[in-house]
């Protein structure tokens, strides 16, 4: 809607922001940079200061500290500027539920002040866009979760924003809902717009976005692509479960032996220090999950004359990340 | 051409109006109050209370009428505290403050709703008065006057209100502060003359702001001296207008999420 301001490099450039509800820190100095037309996921647990973040750049709430400009402008001295360019949908349901998804979308646009005619061409593309044209004439307060998300974005969406803040834009949605969001976000950057959003799922983030970085008690602890983050959180694990304790404790033997068996391949002979659960009667070996692997592993122990009842496969998620990334 | 906060305060006033349409219930309750009363007073107790020269329920119905046109305001009171109280809990205006609007189209909205709907409610009031023997002049410019000086207190009313809903912490006390102002029209001119009160009491009621609404509405409507009651009106409620406009605003521009 307004052409580029000249000093805009960076979409979002935040440094040193702070900010504490009286004795309790949220956030404690966060430095962040995102390019023009990229996706940032900033990704923690539940009170790790997301929320508070998108809260503060999106002009809702003040930091106590720190500097932040988006698409050039200053968040504290320009904030009309800022409220110009950015689109906000917030963690919680921002559509009004006493109106329909069209007086939704119409108000939005009235208070863009598109006009009447450009407000009802938007309106109505919106709402085709999100498959919502079928539902537009009835109260939102009778959508479901995933209509509420669907309006709640296309509200955001009204005035073309450069800048898109998404706070936790899946919590709570089911599969296919989450699945349809990620397709919306991945045509927006196609757009040219920059998306900034929060998620607690690592495979989110790692769907959706350019740059990852890493919130925990207020405090960035990782930045990078979601390549450079996976390789620093350790493997996953498969799990082993066995009919018998003796079966188990054979296998953990087993695999506890380097295997120096001919013509076996990859990195079948490794030992694996796998943890042994009596009560379960599984096996937790650690690994990095591959094809080749898990064939080593099964041969190995097929080759001893023992079944396993039931393989199950382990891949690293935000826990482990976390758990990595903390314990240092 | 209009500007923009113009524009946006006419935007937030229509969402709220389509608000109040699709939940009449607080319209109705709001008018249900001031007609309980008005009952109470001419059938329970207009029978043997009423002072001189308005014996008998018709009499004692034109006094108190004007009275009880104030407690219309009262009553919305509550209903736009809650209003604002609740919106304000809702996330559509965590967008809101993050979109370029006009500040006071925000509150503007509400105001203008909550003008609206005690408005509505005084008329609806005023008809029913009209039943139980309410008598009052044919002269439309008395009427209009009467309207004019009725619907500047409840703009008054109703910035105090939006103020009282900004200050609470939850609706339920939203639902509470306005309460205490429901006194007001009794312990004033609206149901008896404030002459017959005990010193210190009549003091208060002759210089708190229902009375000079309420005597110059009575004036205006069934004849009687008004002298300087309507110009204290009209500065009881533009001051209270004021005072609470400033209030609303601080209360307003604070963060919206304080813990």
């Not at chain 1, 450039?13 to 309790?24: D, F, I, M, N, P």
């Not at chain 1, 493997?235 to 404790?249: C, Q």
């Not at chain 2, 305060?9 to 007609?35: D, G």
């Not at chain 2, 110009?231 to 963060?255: E, N, P, Q, T």
Request: hydrophobic fraction near 50%.
């Amino acid at each position: 809607m307004t052409s580029p301001s000249p000093r805009e490099t960076a979409a979002i450039v935040a440094t040193g922001l702070r900010k504490s509800y009286g004795e309790h820190l949220v956030l404690d100095g966060i430095d962040l940079t995102v390019q023009p037309g990229t996706v940032f996921a900033l990704l923690g647990p539940n009170g790790a200061g997301k929320t508070t973040t998108v809260q503060i750049l999106s002009t809702l709430i003040h930091a106590d500290g720190g500097h932040a400009t988006l698409a050039g402008y200053d968040l504290n001295r320009e904030p009309a500027r800022v409220r110009e360019v950015i689109g906000v949908t917030g963690q919680y349901s921002a559509v009004d539920k006493l109106l329909t998804g069209r007086e939704n979308l119409m108000m939005m646009a009235d208070l863009y002040h598109l006009g009447r005619a450009r407000a009802r061409a938007r309106t109505e593309e919106l709402l085709g866009q999100f498959d919502l044209t079928e539902a537009a004439g009835k109260l939102a307060t009778t959508y479901s979760g995933g209509m509420q998300r669907k309006l709640d974005l296309a509200m955001t969406l009204v005035s073309n924003p450069r800048i898109i803040f998404l706070d936790e834009p899946t919590a709570g949605l089911d599969p296919r809902s989450r699945r349809t969001m990620w397709q919306v976000v991945k045509d927006l950057t196609r757009g040219g717009v920059t998306i900034f959003l929060t998620t607690q799922y690592l495979e989110e983030a790692d769907q959706l976005a350019d740059q990852i970085a890493l919130l925990d008690h207020g405090t960035l602890i990782a930045e990078g692509t979601p390549e450079e983050l996976k390789r620093m959180i350790p493997g996953g694990h498969i799990r082993l479960r066995f009919t018998d304790a003796g079966t188990l404790g054979k296998a953990r033997a087993i695999l506890a032996r380097p295997a120096y068996t001919a013509g076996q391949v990859g990195t079948a002979g490794q030992a694996y220090a796998a943890q042994a659960d009596e009560e379960a009667l599984t096996l937790e070996v650690p690994t990095g999950g591959s094809v080749p692997e898990l064939r080593g592993i099964l041969a190995r122990l097929e080759d001893h004359g023992l079944d396993v009842a039931e393989l199950t496969v382990h891949t690293p998620d935000l826990d482990d990340v976390f758990l990595a990334l903390t314990s240092n | 051409m209009m500007t923009p906060a113009l524009a946006d305060s006419a935007t937030m006033l229509r969402r709220n109006l389509k608000h109040m349409f699709r939940y009449p219930s607080m319209i109705l309750f709001m008018i249900l109050m001031p007609v309980l009363f008005l009952l109470l007073f001419v059938y329970i107790l207009g029978g043997t209370i009423g002072p001189a020269g308005h014996a008998g329920r018709a009499a004692y119905a034109t006094f108190i009428t004007p009275g009880i046109i104030a407690l219309v305001a009262v009553a919305a009171s509550t209903s736009t505290a809650v209003s604002v109280a609740s919106d304000m809990t809702e996330g559509i205006m965590a967008r809101f403050r993050t979109m370029p609007i006009a500040r006071v189209a925000m509150l503007a909205g509400h105001v203008g709703r909550g003008v609206i709907q005690t408005v509505l409610g005084m008329v609806a009031v005023t008809a029913i008065a009209l039943l139980t023997g309410f008598r009052a002049t044919t002269s439309a410019a008395h009427w209009l006057g009467a309207a004019a000086i009725l619907i500047l207190f409840a703009f008054a009313l109703t910035w105090l209100s939006v103020a009282l809903g900004l200050a609470a912490k939850t609706v339920e006390a939203a639902s509470n502060a306005p309460t205490p102002l429901i006194i007001l029209p009794f312990l004033g001119s609206g149901f008896v003359l404030t002459a017959s009160m005990p010193a210190a009491v009549r003091w208060f009621a002759e210089y708190q702001p229902f009375t000079p609404v309420i005597d110059t509405t009575r004036g205006l409507l069934t004849g009687g001296p008004i002298g300087h009651n309507a110009a204290l009106a009209i500065a009881w409620s533009l001051a209270i207008a004021l005072g609470s406009y400033l209030w609303a605003r601080k209360l307003f521009s604070r963060d919206p999420v304080r813990s």
